[in-house]
């Protein structure tokens, strides 16, 4: 069973932001990224922290940043040029989103004309997350935002059995605690928290600053929480890959902006209901779904294809398992072995 509405804060003890905070202080980490205030850097850093591993993330927001410095450079810039950076990073429609909403945000006057943080929300791509982060951390309002790491530490610290996928339960929790819970530096120092001593495995509870009133450390069971629902297996679903090619060219589609990799370049996809009786050329893990693909090769181009030399592919922003389907044909041009037989698993 989860808990009520106002369950988590029936069982605060009082002190326990104070300890944090304290712990924070001497314990926490200094993130770049933390340092500011401005709303537009918040929201581009937020967005990027859910594409890459933290480590990397700094390079790329600096990229992004220096490409885009403000709201209004984002929102007059070509989406290519958008996607250019993005190459790499997967997930092409959060790009696609966040140029929009920065279009869309920018026509209304900007960070300045929003009027709550409902209105944020309502942007392309900006969830309840990403809302709350630009919200808090840019200091226009009080608000906890709850990604998984919050999400582990909190079920633990409340004993909360409410599976780990609601994570608008998670998050309606948080929103009814105190406004004292719900300053950036007590979500900064939950995040440190989370990365540093309440880790999935063997927290490390002898260090915590909430020791004293974890619930789930006074149940002895720390690592039950957070609640797993069993997880559905991903759907796998079935593409040809219409294929012309020659030792010169191969002939590619600029995909739609919107959908499956939009706005990239692939050979044209066509979805099939059933698997072909051959091994597939291409199986590639996205979000919601397993995709399994096999070239087509076809007497001509397709419709809707350009040929692109194989010198010049560098210059195309492609998804990531297209790029590796075709460094392994370019290396079978040049004389390797023939990958029109060998198996890609990208
Ligand atoms: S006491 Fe242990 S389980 Fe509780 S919040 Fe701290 S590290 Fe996590």
């Known amino acids: 069973m989860g808990s009520g509405a106002s369950e988590w804060s029936s069982k605060l ?26 709303p537009y850097r918040i929201w581009v850093t937020e967005t990027l922290l859910q594409q890459t591993r933290i480590r990397q993330a700094e390079a790329r927001i600096h990229r992004f940043l220096e490409r885009f410095p403000t709201l209004q450079a984002l929102a007059e810039s070509l989406v290519e040029a958008v996607l250019q950076i993005w190459q790499g990073l997967g997930y ?55 990604d998984g790491n919050l999400v582990r530490v909190l ?13 608008s339960r998670f998050q309606a929790q948080a929103d009814a605690l105190p406004l004292y819970w719900q300053r950036r530096e007590v979500a900064f120092a939950l995040m440190d928290l989370a990365q540093l001593v309440c880790t999935p495995k063997r927290p490390r509870c002898l260090l915590c600053p909430l020791q004293q009133s974890c619930n ?15 997880k559905s297996p991903k759907p796998t679903r079935y593409f040809q890959l219409l294929w012309y090619a020659n030792a010169e060219a191969v002939w590619l589609e600029q995909r739609p902006s919107r959908g499956l990799w939009g706005g990239l370049w692939s050979p044209p996809l066509q979805e099939i209901a059933e698997p072909r009786p051959q091994p597939p050329d291409l ?15 076809t007497s001509e181009p ?28 370019a290396e079978g041009r040049r004389g390797l072995p023939s990958p029109e037989h060998r198996h890609i698993n990208p």
């Open 13 to 38: 003890s009082g002190n326990e932001v104070e300890l944090l905070l304290s712990w924070y202080a001497s314990q926490g980490r200094q993130l770049p990224w933390r340092e500011t205030n401005d």
């Open 92 to 146: 092409y429609q959060r790009a696609h989103n966040l140029h929009r909403a920065a279009q869309q945000l920018y026509q209304r006057g900007g960070f300045a004309a929003l009027k709550g943080l409902a209105d944020l929300g309502r942007l392309p791509g900006v969830g309840p997350y990403t809302a709350r982060a630009i919200w808090s951390f840019s200091g226009r309002g009080a608000a906890l935002p709850i």
């Open 155 to 167: 079920s633990r610290y409340f004993a909360d059995e409410t599976p780990a996928n609601q994570r």
């Open 216 to 230: 789930a450390l006074q149940l002895g069971a720390p690592e039950r929480f957070p609640i797993r629902s069993p």
């Open 283 to 297: 199986q590639h893990e996205l979000t919601h779904f397993r995709l399994v693909g096999y070239l087509i090769p």
């Open 302 to 329: 397709p419709l809707a294809t350009f040929p692109i030399r194989w010198e010049e592919l560098s210059q195309y922003q492609l998804p990531a398992p297209i790029r590796q389907l075709l460094t392994h044909k």
